[in-house]
Nanobody, 114 residues
Framework: QVQLVESGGGLVQAGGSLRLSCAAS????????MGWYRQAPGKERELVAR???????EYADSVKGRFTVSRDNSRKSVYLQMDALRPEDTAVYYC????????WGQGTQVTVSS
């Protein structure tokens, strides 16, 4: 059973950067594809970045070229480097498996001011 704890969010001005971290528990972490999801107020949760067990990555068009997902299996962690942030990136960010198979963590709030 993988449990997930996100951190690293905060308030940043447009054009700034943040690095999110996700700490996972569970013996088989390395075999899962992991993703970063976000949910903005009044909107559905969406997948923005994915990294599989072979470190192949995919991104939503809205973040492509600005966000970078990575993982460290020895630390059972997934990261999201977010650069050139925009106000529309404001959301609560979560990590989970892809597809979603685990309970959601508390997420981490990212707020981008214009």
């Amino acid at each position: 059973q993988v449990q997930l704890v996100e951190s690293g969010g905060g308030l940043v001005q447009a054009g700034g950067s943040l690095r999110l971290s996700c700490a996972a528990s569970g013996r088989t972490f390395g075999s899962y594809a992991m993703g970063w999801y976000r949910q903005a107020p009044g909107k559905e949760r969406e997948l923005v970045a994915r990294i599989d067990s072979k470190r192949m990555t995919e991104y939503a068009d809205s973040v492509k070229g600005r966000f970078t997902v990575s993982r460290d299996n020895s630390r059972k962690s997934v990261y999201l480097q977010m650069d050139a942030l925009r106000p529309e990136d404001t959301a609560v960010y979560y990590c989970n498996t892809v597809p979603v198979k685990r309970p959601w963590g508390q997420g981490t709030q990212v707020t981008v001011s214009s």
